[in-house]
């Protein structure tokens, strides 16, 4: 099936750093998703974006789609401690109507 | 608000055993999912639910069965469980099956023995 691949897999990161993270694909996708899961809870949407070059925020959160459409970053900036989690990359393949989930970055914070 | 509600949280079961997973949305949604999560693999899709009455297989359909009971209601079965379906299952829902925005159940922890 269709394989949607993040980097880094886990990162550990000083508290106020800023990071960054992809995902890419083998094919072309419509629609990028960023997703958090807390521990222990299920995943939350934080961005979504709709078109090739598209750079949308959500306070401290940065997302972009790819010129390619085959691939998306995240950037969180000055990171805090309630960042820790895994982020997903997600997203329908172009023509299709399921979501693709990425492999997903963890990412652990440093007070 | 309770948004997607999944019962149980966590259920332990030997091999062979069988059990239904429970998912309830009271968000009106159309169309309602079930994911499996394990570790280095994302979230894969194992059974959706377009709209009530229809269900089609997912990414990893086998081993399980589903049923939409209603528009409120999508249930997971595993008919004989396996060591491979220890996972944490997720269950979603979404106004429609092009675009909008999917939400999550916080999940159910599954073991087999």
């Known amino acids: 099936g269709q394989q949607l691949n993040q980097s880094p897999q886990s990162m550990f990161i000083q508290e106020g750093e800023d990071v960054s993270m992809n995902c890419t694909s083998s094919?072309?996708?419509?629609?990028w998703l960023w997703y958090k899961q807390d521990p222990g809870e299920g995943p939350v949407l934080l961005i979504a974006?709709?078109?090739?070059?598209e750079l949308t925020s959500n306070g401290r959160l940065t997302a972009q789609f790819g010129i390619t459409r085959k691939d998306s970053f995240l950037n969180i900036s000055a990171s805090i401690p309630s960042d820790v989690g895994i982020y997903f990359c997600?997203?329908?393949?172009?023509?299709?109507?399921?979501?693709?989930f990425g492999t997903g970055t963890q990412l652990k914070v440093e007070l | 608000n309770a948004g997607v509600t999944q019962t149980p949280k966590f259920q332990v079961l030997k091999t062979g055993q069988s059990m239904t997973l429970q998912c309830a949305q009271d968000?009106?949604?159309?169309?309602m999912y079930w994911y499996r999560q394990d570790p280095g693999m994302g979230l894969r899709l194992i059974y959706y639910?377009?709209?009530?009455?229809?269900?089609d297989k997912g990414e990893v359909p086998n081993g399980y069965n589903v049923s939409r009971l209603n528009k409120r209601e999508f249930s997971l079965r595993l008919e004989s469980a396996a060591p491979s379906q220890t996972s944490v299952y997720f269950c979603?829902?979404?106004?429609?099956?092009?675009?909008?925005?999917?939400?999550f159940g916080e999940g159910s922890r599954l073991t087999v023995l």
């Open positions: 979603a829902s979404k106004d429609r099956l092009f675009g909008g925005e999917l939400f």
């Open positions: 997600a997203g329908p393949p172009a023509g299709g109507n399921k979501l693709t």
């Open positions: 968000m009106n949604h159309n169309s």
């Open positions: 639910s377009a709209s009530e009455g229809t269900t």
């Open positions: 094919s072309i996708f419509n629609t």
């Open positions: 974006l709709y078109k090739a070059g």
